[in-house]
């Protein structure tokens, strides 16, 4: 089943703990991206690649790092978490060039504290 | 980013009433997505509307892309319960989908 897999799908941490937020893509999309999710706030680009080593600041980059080394994952990284990174976050995947839309996974809901 | 702004914010009708969300730019746009996100769910691409004036249907939903492509539009006709959701308007820089803005969506309540 073609899916993008984010693990985990819950997570309670502390401030200050580093983290990793895995993303998988099993359809062979050139583009991945990670979005964060608040109340009144919507969805959010934190960084986005465009293929394998190439990566970008989206809107919201602050506090996090992500690697692109192999086309399917993504991980996205929170060297020293805060109680402000506390959100859901949603990776997502999309082919090159226009007409497509990005698939998302489920998402993952990060509690720090 | 600039973003696109949707109006409203929130909707509630009464199941077998229409719907109409609102996604405005003040840029031109290259093209515009709409997603569907259900209570608890993830952002489920729906369609994107590339060319002026164009517009897309889809069973009961129907996307208008403005003359200008610097607003649309998803009309729902005869909503049902499992319209129930957030949907959001998303625009990408140069038509490609690296960098891709959401609206902040309108979310859609319906009582049966």
């Known amino acids: 089943e073609a899916q993008v897999t984010q693990n985990p799908r819950y997570l309670i941490t502390v401030t200050g703990k580093k983290l990793t937020v895995t993303c998988s893509q099993n359809?062979?999309?050139?583009?991945m991206s990670w979005y964060r999710q608040d109340p009144g706030l919507g969805l959010r680009q934190i960084y986005y690649?465009?293929?394998?080593?190439?990566?970008d600041k989206g809107d919201v980059p602050e506090g996090y790092k992500v690697s692109r080394k192999e086309k399917r994952n993504f991980p996205l990284i929170l060297e020293s978490p805060s109680p402000n990174q506390t959100s859901l976050y949603f990776c997502?995947?999309?082919?090159?060039?226009?007409?497509?839309?990005?698939?998302f996974g489920s998402g993952t809901r990060l509690t720090v504290v | 980013g600039q973003q696109v702004m949707q109006i409203p914010q929130y909707q509630h009708v009464q199941e077998g009433e229409d719907f109409t969300t609102y996604c405005n730019s003040s840029?031109?746009?290259?093209?515009i997505q709409w997603y569907k996100q259900r209570p608890g769910g993830h952002p489920v691409f729906l369609i994107q509307?590339?060319?002026?004036?164009e517009v897309k249907k889809q069973k009961r939903l129907t996307f208008q892309f403005g003359e200008a492509k610097k607003n649309s539009s998803l009309h729902i006709t005869a909503t049902q319960t499992t319209d129930v959701g957030t949907y959001f308007c998303?625009?990408?820089?140069?038509?490609?989908?690296?960098?891709?803005?959401f609206g902040k969506g309108t979310l859609l309540t319906v009582n049966p």
């Open positions: 997502a995947s999309s082919f090159s060039g226009g007409g497509y839309g990005y698939t």
């Open positions: 359809m062979n999309h050139e583009y």
């Open positions: 690649s465009m293929n394998v080593e190439v990566t």
């Open positions: 840029t031109t746009l290259s093209n």
């Open positions: 509307l590339v060319k002026s004036g």
């Open positions: 998303a625009k990408n820089s140069g038509g490609s989908n690296y960098k891709l803005t």
